[in-house]
Structure formats: C-alpha cells, structure tokens
C-alpha cells in the first residue's frame, strides 16, 4: 500500500509551505539514525525524506494531490535523464541537509563552507547572523564577599562587530556577486559514470570557498572576518550567598557572531577563597571558639566572631569539649533570598593547661579531693556519670 506522505509528515492536505517545513525538521529530528542508537530507523528516516521531497516542490506537490505516488514516481527526479541504480529514472533526493543541521545543531549546518567573512553558503543562500561563541572567566572571591555580594571588577578579552563593515566582512562599498563557477551555490557538482549508473559527488567552491559570492574586497579592518579582538573591562555583580563553584551569566559579553550576529554570554565560574577563622556549607557557617577549663567548669560570658562581627555567647558550666553551641539566624544569606540567612554553629574547644603554678595546683588538687568526698560516682555538679 503506498504511502501518505501528509500522514508521514503529520500534516493536514491543506498544510502550507512553512507547516511542512517544521513538521519535517521535526520527523526527521525523531527518526534520524544519529538520535536512535541501537535503533534501525533508516526506513523511516527515508519515508520522511521522500515525503518532503514532493511536497516541499509545488510542481511535484500538485501532481502528487492528484495523482497520488504514481504522478511522481518512485523517485522525485523519475521524469529527469539519466539513470539510477536504487530505482527511479534520475537523481538522488534534493533534500537540503542543510535543514538536518539546522535541527540538530542551531543552525550551524554548512559553516565549515564559511570564507573570510563567516558568511555559510549553500543551496544559492547566505545565511543570516548567527549567535556567537560564549566565553568562560575564572573568577577568585573572598569568603565575605562570597557571604554578602558585591562587585567585581574582570578584564576579558572577546570578539566585537567590526564597525567599518557592520559585520560582513564586505569593505563599504564593495561589490557583491554572485559566484559564476557555482552559481552561488557554494558547492560543484561532479558525475561519476560507473558501470551501476551515476554517482553525484560535490565539493566546496574553490572560487567563493563555499560563500556563494564572489566580494570585490573584503574589510581591512578585520580582514573579512567580521569580527576584532578587543580588551574590555567590565563589573560583575557578585549576588549574597554564592558558594564555590557557581557560575554567573553576563548576557551579550561573550564573542559577537557571524554576519554581525548578536553577541554570545559570558560565564564567570566563582572560586571562593578559604578563611582562618569560618568554613561554610551552603547558608551554614562554622567556626571553633577556645575556652579555658576553668570556664566550661563554672560557666562564663565570651565573644565569639561570626561573619558580620561579634557576638556574646553564654558557656553552661559543665561545658564539655566538642560541644556544639547554634546561634541562629548568624549564618550566611541564603541564594536567591538574602533576607533568610542561615544559622552559625560554634564547636567549644577546652584549653587544658601543660603546665600550672603552685598555688593552682593546690587549688586543683583541694577539687580533686573534694570530689572524690562526694563519691566516685558523681560529677562536679552532683549529677551519675
């Protein structure tokens, strides 16, 4: 049973040119090999091909709507001379692999044909501006900064319009024409006759170098490239809570594209530099405070630095080493909403002195013996160990 090309391309009979051209970006994006390992969708990806071929040429579209498959062969060249050895009587399939390209990869089909002004060419066309490259910056911060924001100043170095050509590479006022060895096409053309038929094989223009144009002169400025290298410095806002290893976007700040394409991102990948006295995990903060013995027996008032200055923290007599005290809300800001801030947390470290006087010695030595009055037992402060 023949095939319905509307159907393999999922389209209504009615369906205009730009509808077929999107259903097909999207058919053969589905069923291309490339994107189905380990499944053989070569016949779909064929069907689909076949369809668009007729149905993207008016004049085979309308033989196709009346006459079905029959009025167009088994291939969309059947009425053209010179024989195929898969069937049919002409050529291979005119569909632009260009828009396979397009599908997978933004539109960068063709640009290995592009010539000293980044203008692709292929199928008679100049493509249009394309985005240009992003660009990464490694960035170094301190722990504070990191905590609440700032600015930043980075020097970078990216590719900007040329502003004597406007981005195409052309000198003001040049000519430009279309190449006569390829008829701007960008490719030629060469036939194989082989003893199982015709083979068809191209390459790039030696003349346009794949532009399909022929430029009188290209810019000086740039030399045909559309684009200079230029040092730039710019600000970078550093948003409060960033840890290490985040990345920032600076939009339009990467290199400028081709054909006086719009600018590419930059990325700034943040480093957060160690500090002596914090450690971080995400909002949470941490840090270790010292207390001499004789404060985590009796208990005592001390200041304690947290990230945005000092605060006084109660020690509980009895205070034991690697205890853990939380002061809440001392963390730092939390990203995307600076106004919720994480909690600090101080580990107590016990200062035990290595060596003592006489007189706290016999002080020591007193609280020694009046423990072991109350009885093996029993703590400092009466309470079962």
């Given at each position: 049973?023949?095939?319905?090309?509307?159907?393999?391309l999922?389209?209504?009979?009615?369906?205009?040119?730009?509808?077929?051209k999107?259903?097909?970006r999207?058919?053969?994006?589905k069923?291309?090999?490339?994107?189905?390992?380990?499944?053989?969708?070569?016949?779909?990806f064929?069907?689909?091909n076949?369809?668009?071929?007729?149905l993207?040429?008016?004049?085979?579209?309308k033989?196709?709507d009346?006459f079905?498959e029959?009025?167009?062969?088994t291939?969309?060249?059947s009425?053209?001379?010179?024989?195929?050895?898969?069937?049919?009587g002409?050529?291979?399939?005119?569909?632009?692999?260009?828009?396979?390209?397009?599908?997978?990869?933004g539109?960068?089909?063709?640009g290995?044909?592009?010539?000293?002004?980044?203008?692709p060419?292929?199928?008679?066309?100049?493509?249009?501006p394309?985005?240009?490259?992003d660009?990464?910056f490694?960035l170094?911060?301190?722990f504070k900064?990191?905590v609440?924001?700032?600015?930043?100043?980075?020097?970078?170095?990216?590719?900007?319009?040329?502003?004597?050509c406007g981005?195409?590479g052309?000198?003001?006022?040049?000519?430009?024409?279309?190449?006569?060895?390829c008829?701007?096409?960008?490719?030629?053309?060469q036939?194989?006759r082989t003893?199982?038929?015709?083979?068809?094989?191209?390459?790039?223009c030696?003349?346009?170098?794949?532009?399909?144009q022929?430029?009188?002169?290209?810019c000086?400025?740039?030399?045909?490239?559309?684009?200079v290298?230029?040092?730039k410095?710019?600000?970078?806002?550093?948003?409060?809570?960033?840890?290490?290893?985040n990345?920032?976007?600076?939009?339009?700040?990467?290199d400028?594209?081709?054909?006086?394409?719009?600018?590419?991102?930059?990325?700034?990948?943040l480093?957060?530099?160690?500090?002596?006295?914090?450690?971080?995990?995400?909002?949470?903060?941490?840090?270790?405070?010292?207390?001499?013995?004789?404060?985590?027996?009796?208990?005592?008032?001390?200041k304690?630095?947290?990230?945005?200055?000092d605060?006084?923290?109660k020690?509980?007599?009895g205070?034991?080493?690697?205890q853990?005290?939380?002061?809440?809300?001392?963390g730092?800001?939390?990203?995307?909403?600076p106004?919720?801030?994480?909690?600090?947390?101080?580990?107590?470290?016990?200062?035990i002195?290595?060596?003592?006087?006489?007189?706290?010695?016999?002080?020591v030595?007193k609280?020694?013996?009046?423990?072991?009055?109350?009885?093996?037992?029993?703590?400092?402060?009466g309470?079962?160990?």
């Open positions: 049973m023949a095939a319905d090309f509307y159907s393999t999922g389209v209504d009979r009615g369906a205009d040119e730009k509808t077929i999107s259903a097909y999207r058919m053969a994006k069923f291309h090999p490339d994107a189905n390992p380990g499944n053989d969708t070569t016949e779909q064929q069907a689909v076949r369809a668009y071929e007729v993207s040429d008016p004049e085979l579209k033989r196709y009346r079905g029959s009025g167009v062969g291939s969309a060249a009425d053209a001379s010179g024989g195929s050895p898969f069937g049919g002409g050529y291979s399939q005119q569909v632009d692999i260009s828009d396979i390209f397009d599908t997978f990869f539109g960068g089909g063709g290995g044909f592009g010539g000293p002004g980044g203008r060419g292929g199928r008679g066309r100049t493509r249009g394309i985005t240009g490259d660009l990464r490694d170094e911060i301190d900064t990191a609440f924001g700032g600015e930043e100043k980075v020097r970078i170095r990216h590719l900007e319009t040329c502003n004597t981005g195409d052309v000198k003001p006022g040049s000519s430009v024409t279309t190449c006569s060895t008829n701007g096409m960008g490719v030629t053309m036939v194989t003893p199982l038929g015709n083979f068809q094989t191209q390459q790039t030696p003349d346009c170098r794949g532009t399909g022929k430029v009188g002169e290209y000086g400025t740039c030399s045909g490239q559309g684009t290298s230029k040092t410095q710019i600000k970078v806002t550093i948003p409060p809570g960033v840890e290490d290893g990345k920032l976007r600076v939009r339009g700040e990467g400028a594209g081709p054909n006086g394409g719009p600018a590419g991102d930059l990325y700034i990948f480093k957060v530099k160690k500090d002596d006295k914090f450690r971080r995990e995400g909002p949470e903060v941490y840090s270790d405070a010292n207390v001499s013995y004789v404060d985590a027996i009796l208990g005592a008032s001390i304690v630095p947290v990230v945005d200055g605060v006084t923290i020690i509980p007599p205070t034991q080493p690697g853990v005290m939380r002061l809440k809300g001392n730092a800001p939390r990203l995307g909403n106004s919720q801030r994480g909690d600090h947390y101080v580990t107590i470290n016990i200062d002195p290595t060596s003592i006087s006489k007189e706290e010695e016999e002080l030595t609280l020694r013996d009046l423990k072991e009055k109350k009885g093996s037992g029993k703590g400092f402060f309470k079962d160990r």
